[in-house]
């Protein structure tokens, strides 16, 4: 297995970064894109160098001070092989443009921020929509950039159920990321990692960074991503079923879906009491959930 970022993202596939507003996830595909085009360590991950090119679809008001609070936080210029990409871009329609966008690049790493403004128009909760939205992708990770393609992207309404859109995005992710906020706290895990550390979870903070003032005399900031302690998550006892559904998980060792966990337990225990376990261990990290899947967290350590 070759790695761009090791045990977390391959060299070539599609991956997300993907969270909630507010969670930093932009801040933090940034942070990593950088780190690759440097070959920095992430996270205490070992990085391969690449050539990054960053597609900025959302946001790109306030940007340009991201960019600048990253130099002046980091006391030097951005990395010589990181591109930006700051026009309307359709992962749908606009290949060509993408192409040559990264003529004379060789394998870099695309990033897409953010994938809804990727593909306007489109219904991401559409089989359909959300099917020709991943063809085009995988058409881009493998025959337009021969490398890896990351799509930062937004969660559902419900944050539990994980990446939004159609339960076919997530399944055809070769790697993703997930960003979580409590209060100032946040943290991202491996969400899904072939081959790598599927469940594993680091903590950040965004440090906020005095760039000046403007023509009014108001301060302009930004913010930077800082590594900081994963949270603790409080300790409780589990109840019998709680006891008894991650037991089985940690059998299984892979995902497995709700309905098929449930019908394992007919007879022992009501389908209502099993669901309900499983919703309060996700919450307590004891297990990890993405469009209908559920895997033991301890699997994965």
């Not at 949270?231 to 559904?245: F, I, M, S, T």
């Amino acid at each position: 297995m070759r790695w761009c970022v090791k045990g977390l993202l391959p060299d070539e596939g599609i991956a997300a970064v993907y969270g909630p507003s507010t969670s930093g996830k932009s801040f933090l595909a940034l942070d990593l894109a950088c780190a690759i085009a440097e070959g920095r360590t992430w996270f205490g991950r070992r990085v391969t160098p690449h050539d990054v090119v960053y597609a900025v679809l959302e946001g790109d008001a306030g940007f340009s001070a991201r960019l600048a609070a990253w130099e002046q936080h980091n006391r030097r210029a951005l990395p010589k092989r990181l591109k930006f990409i700051v026009e309307p871009m359709s992962l749908l329609d606009d290949v060509m443009k993408l192409t040559v966008s990264l003529y004379g690049i060789d394998r870099p790493v695309v990033f897409i921020d953010t994938l809804n403004a990727s593909i306007p128009g489109a219904d991401e909760n559409s089989s359909r929509d959300m099917g020709m939205a991943i063809e085009a992708a995988k058409n881009i990770a493998r025959f337009t950039i021969g490398g890896l393609l990351v799509l930062v992207a937004h969660t559902g309404k419900d944050e539990s159920r994980g990446l939004r859109g159609h339960s076919s995005l997530f399944a055809a992710l070769d790697a993703a990321i997930q960003t979580t906020r409590d209060g100032d706290t946040r943290s991202w895990c491996a969400a899904k990692a072939k081959d790598g550390l599927d469940g594993d979870t680091c903590g950040f903070r965004l440090r906020q960074v005095f760039l000046g003032v403007d023509s009014d005399g108001d301060t302009i900031t930004s913010c930077v991503v800082e590594q900081v302690d994963a949270p603790d998550r409080p300790v409780r006892r589990l109840g019998e079923v709680e006891g008894a559904v991650l037991e089985f998980l940690i059998a299984r060792r892979v995902g497995v879906k709700k309905t098929e966990i449930a019908q394992h337990f007919d007879g022992r225990y009501r389908r209502t009491s099993v669901y309900r376990a499983l919703k309060a261990l996700v919450k307590a990290g004891a297990a990890h959930e993405s469009v209908g899947m559920v895997a033991a967290a301890a699997v994965a350590k």
